[in-house]
């Protein structure tokens, strides 16, 4: 089947939208993303603004010490790691401006694999190397029929081949936020979405 034309669709509406995290730089990007692996973005927003307050820059948390970031950070799943791995970046790369748009140089960095490095090069505007496949998109991707492959890997390499370079930074978090919003764990709101006419979930369990 040739996904693409209902696919243009889907991004149209969902591919310039804002990944949920409510960030105002690149330095913060980076911290929220780390923060963010098993985490809600809800929770993350949240927490953000008085760790931010207290380390407004890379610089500042470059000369701390992990424990320093724990009483700001403690309701966050691993919060112990992710205070290492945040003050072990900063000490890598020293300030924001040295942050790498590219997947190989930021997989490289602790606490940053694939997806994080997918979201930080799209929502930081730099140049497509791969697809964000997050929780939601592994959900969502499989339930259209795009692909039966069930790991982050495999699926981001199903997108790929599938989809052409110029629409990679659109196509994760237009999966994303479908799941987000009408692509439900147990209960998708089918009539809603504009991917109803070829989403083999859909069609299986007759929601429309």
Known sequence: MNYLPQLQKLFKK?????????????????????????????????????????????????????EELFPFIKSVRGFRKKADWLVRIAQALGDKKNIPLSIKELTELPGIGRKSANVIIREAGGTPQG???????????????????TTPEK????????????????????????????CR??????????????CVYCKDNNLI
């Open 131 to 149: 697809i964000i496949v997050d929780l939601h998109v592994l959900r969502v991707v499989p339930r259209l029929g795009i692909t039966e492959e």
């Open 185 to 198: 764990p147990t209960k998708p709101n089918c009539t809603e979405c504009v991917m109803n006419t070829i």
């Open 155 to 182: 699926i981001e390499s199903a997108l790929m081949g599938l989809i052409p370079e110029k629409y990679w930074n659109d196509a994760g978090m237009s999966f994303s936020h479908l799941g987000r919003e009408l």
């Open 14 to 66: 969902y591919g310039k939208k804002k990944h949920p995290l409510e960030y105002r730089n690149i330095y913060q990007l980076v911290v929220m993303v780390v923060l963010s692996a098993q985490t809600t973005d809800v929770l993350v927003n949240k927490v953000a603004p008085e760790l931010f307050k207290q380390f407004p820059s890379m610089k500042h948390l470059a000369s701390v010490l992990p």
